[in-house]
């Protein structure tokens, strides 16, 4: 089993950063994906990048050259580094993790930015 714990999110104006966290814990294979997905009320969840166990990423074009996904194996932790934040950028984030076929999920983390 495999347990993701988000953390990070909260409340910002636009053109502000915030870093998420996503600790895993449990049984991690050494190759793995993780990612970071999105979700607002009434769409369903979306990409927003992965990176590899080793560091291969891939991004949303939404957030093509605002975000950054990095991962620490050592750690079995994950990182959004999101910066030039968007009113469109608010969503639910959540944490996965893919291996041996089986997807995991967090429960999510709030991001709003507004002013």
């Known amino acids: 089993q495999v347990q993701l714990v988000e953390s990070g999110g909260g409340l910002v104006q636009p053109g502000g950063s915030l870093r998420l966290s996503c600790a895993a814990s449990?049984?991690?294979?050494?190759?793995?994906?993780m990612g970071w997905y999105r979700q607002t009320p009434g769409n369903p969840r979306e990409l927003v990048a992965t990176?590899?166990?080793?560091?291969?990423?891939n991004f949303a074009a939404s957030v093509k050259g605002r975000f950054t996904i990095s991962r620490d194996n050592a750690k079995n932790t994950m990182y959004l580094q999101m910066n030039s934040l968007q009113p469109e950028d608010t969503a639910v984030y959540y944490c996965s993790l893919g291996q041996r076929g089986r997807d995991y999920w967090g429960q999510g983390t709030q991001v709003t930015v507004s002013s």
């Open positions: 449990g049984s991690i294979f050494r190759f793995s994906v």
């Open positions: 990176i590899t166990s080793s560091g291969s990423t």
